[in-house]
T-cell receptor
Framework: NAGVMQNPRHLVRRRGQEARLRCSPM?????VYWYRQLPEEGLKFMVY????????ESGMPKERFSAEFPKEGPSILRIQQVVRGDSAAYFC?????????????FGSGTQLSVL | GESVGLHLPTLSVQEGDNSIINCAYS??????FIWYKQESGKGPQFIID?????DKRQGQRVTVLLNKTVKHLSLQIAATQPGDSAVYFC??????????????FGKGTHLIIQP
């Protein structure tokens, strides 16, 4: 049973470019969460999605950031016109449909570096 | 588990000794708590969780203690091994089982095991 899969593992972008981070939840999980982590800090909640629905995006910056979890395919976190401050590790987590916001299973993360 | 400034608090223990990692949580309405372990370059890994109607829960070599009076959570690791070296995060959820907001993570404690 594969765990939460994130790709790419590392992503390098120049300022102004777009970054797309992908996350495939564990098999049977229908809830996806995105978190951001800066060096030497904890994880900051960004967004919580179910299939085709954004449940809570209270942690997402209002501009340039968007997330989706389509009926088919992985969840995508999209950052437009990246700036150096977007450099961070972005983690995706998933949970089964009967439980949300409890025991989350995390992927290995995408390290975004903005030059 | 509270940290000041940019540096994670660090706990250094001898291999074979017991470790106790502490965490203060902020919201008295939180009803679910969880501990994660994060090794360098990896995603957080579930260790153990506890609901607010319990004071103590035991796993394999780990025990979580919850003191709701002073809003304090601790993780005890028995007979620490080199593989226990990691950053440990506590997290809380105000509304377990379907609430929004996401798990709220503390800033982490870096556990170092000395031979």
């Amino acid at each position: 049973n594969a765990g939460v899969m994130q790709n790419p593992r590392h992503l390098v972008r120049r300022r102004g470019q777009e970054a797309r981070l992908r996350c495939s939840p564990m098999k049977g999980h229908s809830h996806v969460y995105w978190y951001r982590q800066l060096p030497e800090e904890g994880l900051k909640f960004m967004v919580y999605l179910q299939k085709e629905n954004i449940i809570d995006e209270s942690g997402m910056p209002k501009e340039r950031f968007s997330a989706e979890f389509p009926k088919e395919g992985p969840s995508i976190l999209r950052i437009q016109q990246v700036v150096r401050g977007d450099s961070a590790a972005y983690f995706c987590a998933s949970s089964p449909p009967e439980v949300s916001n409890e025991k989350l299973f995390f992927g290995s993360g995408t390290q975004l570096s903005v030059l | 588990g509270e940290s000041v400034g940019l540096h994670l608090p660090t706990l250094s223990v001898q291999e074979g000794d017991n470790s106790i990692i502490n965490c203060a949580y902020s919201n008295s309405a939180s009803d679910y708590f969880i501990w994660y372990k994060q090794e360098s370059g990896k995603g957080p890994q579930f260790i153990i969780d506890i609901r607010s109607n319990m004071d103590k829960r035991q796993g394999q070599r780990v025990t979580v203690l919850l003191n709701k009076t002073v809003k304090h959570l601790s993780l005890q690791i028995a007979a620490t091994q080199p593989g226990d070296s990691a950053v440990y995060f506590c997290a809380e959820n105000i509304r377990a089982g379907g609430g929004a907001d996401g798990l709220t993570f503390g800033k982490g404690t870096h556990l170092i095991i000395q031979p």
